[in-house]
C-alpha cells in the first residue's frame, strides 16, 4: 500500500514541532519514553486516562473546579470523561487579549476585517451583554444563519460565555434545510444576514430569512448583521446588540455541558442533531490542532469552510492553540481557483486547508500557485471531506511548495475533528493518511469484527474519544445515538469509512462503506474508481453505482460522467474510460454503461450523493431519496430521476 515518499521529517523534528516538544515533556514530567510516533500511539490508545490527563496538563486547561477523575466507565457508548470539572471553552479561545491578529476576515461582500486579541476579547464581551439583555443563558440555544466572518466567531464564542448553546447553517442552506436543523432545538436568538455576494452574484435571502423566523416559534429575538445592506424587517442590529461594554466573563459548566448543535447531512431524513461538550471539543481540538497540525502563536490557520460544516467550528478552535485564524466567505472559484491562493499570499498564511475535491479542481485547471505567487509563508496544506488521491499529492509537491507538509486528514461531523491525518513526525506518501491520531483507537473490522492490517474493513473504534457526541438532541434514552454507531459492532463505533491500515499505521479511506463497489467478490472503494475516472482530460466529474444483481455477484456497474466544456461522450472515450479502469483497478470494474449528466450532485459540504442516487435508481423517489435543503444544486438529482424512469419503461 505504501505510496511514493515526498516530504521528510527534518532530522530534530523531535525540537522543532508541538508534538516532539509534548513528548520531551511526557520523558520529563510523566518518565515516559517514546521515540517513535508508533510508540506514542499505542501508549495513547492503551492508557486511555494516562494520555488524556496529560493533554489536560501540557495544554494548562483552566479549570473552575478539578475533575475527580480522568476516565469512569470507559464503555461505548456511555464513558464519562473529567467528572466533577468545570470550566468554559471559551476562556480558552480568549487567553490572548494581545494587539497580536487574532482574526482576520475576508469576504466578496465587504472590505476585510480584522480583530486583534484585545478587540476579540471587547467584541465577545459586548455580544454577551446584549445576550444577555435578550434573556440568553445557560442551556438556551442561538441559531445562526451567518456567513464565515468574524462576528459570527464573537457571537459563537459569547454565546459559549455563558453556557448557552449555540448551532449555525450557512446562508446558502434553504429554507427547508434550516428549519429542519433549528426547529428540532428550538433556539430563543436567530442571528442572521440579509444576503451576501457568491463571486459576482447578489444573493437577497431576505424571503428565506422570513420564513426560517416564522417557523420557529421558540424565538424571541431576532438579531440581523447588515451584510448585504438591504434589512431584515423587525430585528435587532448587530450594532445595538454590541453598543454596550461589559465584562469578559465566562460562566463555569461541566466538562459535558452542551457547548454547540452541529448536523448530519440530512440527505435522507432529517438530520441528527449532533451534540458536542465543552470538554471534549476543547481537548480534542488542543491536540488535533496542536499536536497533529503544529500550530500556535506563530501560525496564521486558514481552512475554506462554511458555517455549515464543521470544519468552521475546528477552524475557530485555532484560537485556543494561540493561532491567528482567516476567514473567507465567497466564492472560492471567483474570478478563478487561483482565488484563495492569493489569499494565503497576501496574508501570509501558515496553514491553508480546503477540500480535497478543491485541490483535485486546481490540479485540473492547471494552476501552478507555487510558481505563479509568493507562498513562502507556507508550511502546511491540509485537505478533507473526502479522500484525496495520489495525483492530488503530487501536484501539492510540484505545483504548490516541496516543503509543505501535505496533511490528508479524516473524521467526521460526529467528533469533529479527524480520527486519522498526519504528524510531523512521520513522512508522507503520495495517496496515503500518514497516521492514526493519538487517542483515537482506529481499526479496519472484517465482517465478524476481527481488526485486520493490509486489508480493507469498516472503519471502527473501540475506544472512547472525549469529543464523541454528549448526545442527540432530544434523545433522552439515548436509542437514536445508539443505532447510528453502535448497532453493527456492539460497544464499538461503526463509522461507516472503508479504511486499510498497513504495518506501519498508515491509513488508505476508500469511501463510505454503504457505497462500496462489489462484483464477483472484488471489493473497491468509491475514491479509488473517480481517480482514474476524473484523471482522463475529457472528464470534470463523476459518481459510480453498483445496482446489486440477483446473486450472480456481478449486479449493474452504472457510471455517471460530467464533461468537460466542448467535450462529447462518444464510443471512443466510453471505450477509453473502460479501459483505463481495467488496467488500473481490475476488469471487474468496467461500467457497463457511461451516462453524460450535467451535474453530479453534492451535499453542502462537497460529498458525493452515491447512495441517494443509487436509490433513486431503485425507483424511489428523487424527493424521498435525497433532501434538496441539504445539496448544493438539487436540480442536478433531475437527470439521474430522468434516467431511472426510462430505465423502468423499458423494462415494463
Not at 373 to 392: F, M, N, Y
Amino acid at each position: 500500500m505504501a505510496g511514493e515518499i515526498l516530504w521528510r521529517p527534518a532530522a530534530d523534528a523531535h525540537e522543532r514541532t508541538r508534538v516532539g516538544h509534548y513528548l520531551n515533556w511526557l520523558s520529563t514530567e510523566r518518565g515516559l519514553v517514546m521515540p517513535e510516533y508508533a510508540d506514542a500511539w499505542a501508549w495513547s490508545v492503551s492508557d486511555l486516562a494516562g494520555f488524556w490527563s496529560s493533554i489536560w496538563d501540557y495544554f494548562a486547561v483552566s479549570a473552575n473546579a478539578p475533575p475527580t477523575a480522568t476516565l469512569t466507565d470507559p464503555r461505548m457508548p456511555g464513558a464519562r470523561w473529567f467528572p466533577g470539572a468545570t470550566l468554559n471553552y471559551a476562556e480558552h479561545a480568549l487567553r490572548d487579549t494581545s494587539d497580536r491578529p487574532a482574526v482576520i476576515s475576508h469576504s466578496q461582500t465587504r472590505p476585510p476585517v480584522v480583530y486583534t486579541g484585545a478587540q476579540l476579547a471587547d467584541q465577545v464581551a459586548r455580544a454577551r451583554a446584549g445576550l444577555i439583555r435578550l434573556g440568553v443563558g445557560a442551556g438556551d440555544r442561538v441559531a445562526a444563519y451567518l456567513p464565515n466572518v468574524a462576528e459570527t466567531i464573537v457571537a459563537f464564542l459569547a454565546t459559549a460565555s455563558l453556557g448557552a448553546i449555540w448551532s449555525s447553517c450557512a446562508p446558502e442552506f434553504g429554507t427547508r434545510s434550516v428549519v429542519d436543523r433549528f426547529r428540532q432545538i428550538r433556539p430563543k436568538v436567530f442571528l442572521t444576514i440579509d444576503g451576501y455576494r457568491y463571486g459576482d452574484r447578489v444573493v437577497d435571502r431576505t424571503a428565506e430569512v422570513a420564513a426560517i423566523r416564522a417557523a420557529l416559534p421558540s424565538l424571541e429575538a431576532t438579531v440581523a448583521l447588515p451584510y448585504l445592506g438591504v434589512g431584515v424587517p423587525d430585528a435587532i442590529s448587530w450594532d445595538a446588540l454590541t453598543a454596550e461594554a461589559g465584562p469578559l466573563e465566562f460562566s463555569p459548566v461541566p466538562f459535558d455541558h452542551p457547548l454547540y448543535v452541529l448536523y448530519s447531512s440530512g440527505t435522507t431524513g432529517l438530520p441528527k442533531a449532533i451534540v458536542h461538550g465543552h470538554g471534549g471539543i476543547l481537548l480534542e481540538h488542543l491536540k488535533a490542532l496542536a499536536l497533529h497540525g503544529d500550530l500556535g502563536p506563530a501560525d496564521t490557520f486558514f481552512w475554506f469552510s462554511t458555517t455549515g460544516w464543521m470544519m468552521w467550528n475546528f477552524l475557530v478552535s485555532g484560537l485556543v492553540v494561540g493561532s491567528t485564524v482567516v476567514c473567507f466567505d465567497g466564492d472560492p472559484g471567483h474570478p478563478d481557483v487561483s482565488t484563495l491562493w492569493q489569499l494565503a499570499a497576501d496574508i501570509g498564511i501558515t496553514s491553508f486547508g480546503a477540500s480535497a475535491p478543491f485541490l483535485m479542481a486546481c490540479r485540473k485547471a492547471g494552476v501552478r500557485p507555487g510558481r505563479d505567487l509568493d507562498l513562502t509563508t507556507l508550511r502546511a496544506v491540509g485537505s478533507t471531506g473526502a479522500p484525496l488521491p495520489a495525483e492530488g499529492f503530487h501536484w501539492v509537491y510540484d505545483e504548490v511548495s516541496s516543503d509543505v507538509l501535505l496533511a490528508s486528514i479524516s473524521g467526521g461531523t460526529d467528533v469533529c475533528t479527524a480520527f486519522v491525518g498526519m504528524t510531523p513526525l512521520l513522512p508522507v506518501r503520495a495517496g496515503e493518511i500518514a497516521c492514526r491520531y493519538l487517542g483515537a483507537k482506529v481499526e479496519a473490522f472484517d465482517e465478524r469484527g476481527a481488526p485486520m492490517i493490509g486489508h480493507l474493513g469498516e472503519l471502527v473504534i473501540t475506544q472512547p474519544m472525549p469529543s464523541m457526541p454528549v448526545g442527540f438532541w432530544d434523545d433522552a434514552d439515548g436509542s437514536r445515538y445508539r443505532a447510528a454507531y453502535f448497532e453493527a459492532f456492539p460497544g464499538v463505533w461503526r463509522h461507516g469509512d472503508w479504511i486499510t491500515i498497513d504495518g506501519d499505521g498508515g491509513c488508505v479511506i476508500t469511501g463510505r462503506s454503504d457505497a462500496t463497489l462489489n462484483r464477483g467478490g472484488v471489493r473497491l472503494g468509491t475514491s479509488e474508481f473517480y481517480a482514474v475516472v476524473e484523471a482522463l482530460p475529457e472528464i470534470a466529474d463523476s459518481l459510480v453505482v453498483h445496482l446489486e444483481g440477483d446473486g450472480d455477484g456481478a449486479g449493474e456497474l452504472l457510471l455517471f460522467v460530467v464533461l468537460q466544456p466542448g467535450c462529447g461522450l462518444d464510443d471512443d472515450l466510453r471505450g477509453r474510460i473502460g479501459a483505463e479502469l481495467r488496467r488500473a483497478l481490475s476488469p471487474r470494474h468496467a461500467p457497463d454503461q457511461v451516462v453524460a449528466v450535467p451535474a453530479i450532485p453534492r451535499t453542502l459540504s462537497g460529498k458525493k450523493l452515491e447512495v441517494p442516487v443509487k436509490r433513486i435508481l431503485m425507483g424511489v423517489p428523487a424527493g424521498d431519496a435525497a433532501s434538496a435543503g441539504a445539496l448544493v444544486a438539487p436540480a442536478a438529482l433531475a437527470a439521474f430521476e430522468a434516467f431511472a424512469r426510462g430505465r423502468n419503461a423499458g423494462t415494463e
